[in-house]
Every structure is written in structure tokens, then in C-alpha cells.
């Protein structure tokens, strides 16, 4: 039963790497920097993390707001279309076209979770979108999370009974083995990618990803900093820290991101429990070392075109 987790856990994680490397490039070269390109702009630089996510800068002679939307939406959007068309056109009940289909639903749980999520706190590709709709980006938020909910249930629902299928023993065995290879799959994936964030400390992508509140306070309270030495008040770190707790205060905002967290793994969890059975089919050394040349090929890739931008 041991090896057999084991087993699984590797194939899941080979799958995630596989996933979202070559969704990063997917994302990001032909997203962002295709649409970039499409509307006119210039490509002035690109940071692309091995295990994380990555960026891209560019530059417009004459920028629109269209346009400026357009290229942020445009890594989402590819994700949402890649997405579905592996859940809709992949067909039949073995491993691998279920497993294909498990990576379409996630490709859309990411997206529509970082359109919800970035839209509502003002971060990431949904800056944009924030500052655009105003207080339109709440309904927003809710019909692309509500989509996140979905596309979670969907997939637990189609891939979680034959994932365990793949186990041995009673069922309740089988789903604790598959909690457990999640678990170490997922464990791995984001210690490599908050390795990688740590030792690299990315100021761009730092900025990139903090919310408008944290903007806003920081703002704030780097000219509170300014007045003050203005009129030759000394500020201790005292001082700061209560000055930045009463700005915090006066900046609160609703915790979407962890209400959307929660109900994506209720969705989860009720998927689960309609999961389809499916017969039993262990994991086949072909399957796995497929996956594990396709995962090590997307990093791979990743690590060549990173290093060739950064020439």
C-alpha cells in the first residue's frame, strides 16, 4: 500500500510540474506577450521562475486602456480556453484521459481563481480590472469564483474515483491514500516554488502580486513619514507600528480570498463524495515515466527560456 502511495504522489506530481510550467509559458509567452504583441507593444523584459510563476514587461508607444486589458486578460483567457478543451474534447474512463481531463478543470480552477481573487483584492492580472470596474469588480469576483467552485467539483468528481482505483485495499483506505499522495504531490510543488520565491526575492514580482490595501497603506504611511520629517519630528519603530495599525484599521477589507479558499474545497469534498467509481487500474511504469519526461521536458524549457531573456 506504501509503495503503491508512493507511487501515485510521484504521478501527481510530475502532472502538477508538468502543468503549470508549461502553463506558465503558455501564460505568459503567448498570454501575455502574444496579445502584447498583437496590440502594438514592445517586450522589454521577462522573468520566468523555475517551480513559480513569472512575469512580463513591456512597453506602448501610445497605451489605451483597451489594450492595457486586453494583455492582462490575455494569460487568463488562454488558460480558461486550453482548459476546456481538454475537459470537452478528452473522452473515456482509463487513467490517463481521465487525468487529462483533471489538468483542463485545474487549468480553469486557476484561472478563474486568480481572475476572482486578483480582481477583488487588486492584484496580479486583475489590477487592471480592479481599478477599471470599481465596485463592479465584487459581482465580478463572485461569478468567476463561483465558476472556480464548479470547475473543483467537476474535477474531483471525474478524476478522484480513479485515482482511487489505483490503490489497493478497503475504500476508506484507498481515499486516505489518496489524501496522502495529494498531499506530498502538492507539499512538493509549493516548497519548491516558496524556495525558489524566497531565495530569489523578486522586488517586480513582490509588487505584482500585493494587494491594494497593502498599496494603499504603504502609501499612506510612507507620507505620514514624509510629514512628519518635514516639520523635524523624529519617528521611532514604535511610532511606525501604531501608525500602520491605525491604517490598517482604517483600510479593512472582506476576506474573499479565504471564503473563495473554503468553498473551492467544499466543492472539492462534495465532488469527492459523487466521485464516479471507476475499476481498478494500477499506475503502469509507462504512465509514470511519461509523465516524468513531460514534467522534466516543461522545466526544462522553462530554464532555457529564462536564462536565454536573461542574456
Do not use: N
Not at 506577450?33 to 506602448?60: S, T
Amino acid at each position: 500500500m506504501h509503495k503503491e502511495v508512493l507511487r501515485l504522489a510521484a504521478l501527481l506530481a510530475c502532472i502538477a510540474l508538468a502543468t503549470s510550467r508549461l502553463g506558465l509559458l503558455g501564460h505568459e509567452l503567448v498570454g501575455h506577450g502574444g496579445m502584447a504583441l498583437a496590440c502594438g507593444a514592445r517586450i522589454v523584459d521577462v522573468e520566468l521562475f523555475w517551480f513559480a510563476g513569472g512575469w512580463i514587461r513591456y512597453q506602448f508607444a501610445d497605451p489605451t486602456l483597451p489594450a492595457v486589458l486586453a494583455i492582462a486578460m490575455a494569460g487568463i483567457g488562454l488558460e480558461l480556453i486550453v482548459g476546456a478543451a481538454l475537459w470537452i474534447l478528452v473522452r473515456g474512463d482509463t487513467l490517463g484521459r481521465r487525468l487529462v481531463r483533471g489538468v483542463g478543470a485545474a487549468l480553469v480552477v486557476h484561472a478563474t481563481w486568480y481572475l476572482a481573487t486578483g480582481a477583488f483584492h487588486g492584484f496580479g492580472d486583475g489590477l487592471v480590472l480592479y481599478r477599471v470596474l470599481g465596485a463592479a469588480r465584487v459581482p465580478v469576483a463572485i461569478a468567476a469564483g463561483a465558476i472556480t467552485c464548479g470547475a473543483a467539483f467537476l474535477a474531483a468528481r471525474s478524476v478522484l474515483g480513479v485515482l482511487a482505483a489505483t490503490l489497493p485495499g478497503s475504500p476508506r483506505a484507498r481515499v486516505l491514500g489518496v489524501i496522502v499522495a495529494a498531499v506530498l504531490a502538492g507539499g512538493l510543488h509549493a516548497g519548491l516554488a516558496a524556495g525558489e520565491l524566497a531565495i530569489r526575492r523578486d522586488a517586480t514580482y513582490s509588487a505584482t502580486m500585493q494587494h491594494q490595501r497593502e498599496r494603499d497603506i504603504a502609501a499612506e504611511l510612507a507620507q505620514w513619514q514624509r510629514d512628519l520629517a518635514a516639520r523635524g519630528v523624529a519617528i521611532d519603530d514604535s511610532q511606525q507600528r501604531a501608525e500602520r495599525a491605525r491604517l490598517a484599521a482604517k483600510h479593512p477589507t472582506f476576506p474573499f480570498v479565504w471564503l473563495l479558499a473554503a468553498a473551492t474545497v467544499a466543492s472539492v469534498l462534495v465532488g469527492a463524495l459523487r466521485a464516479r467509481k471507476a475499476a481498478d487500474e494500477r499506475i503502469s511504469g509507462r504512465l509514470l515515466a511519461l509523465t516524468l519526461a513531460v514534467a522534466a521536458a516543461a522545466i526544462c524549457a522553462v530554464i532555457v527560456i529564462d536564462l536565454v531573456v536573461a542574456m
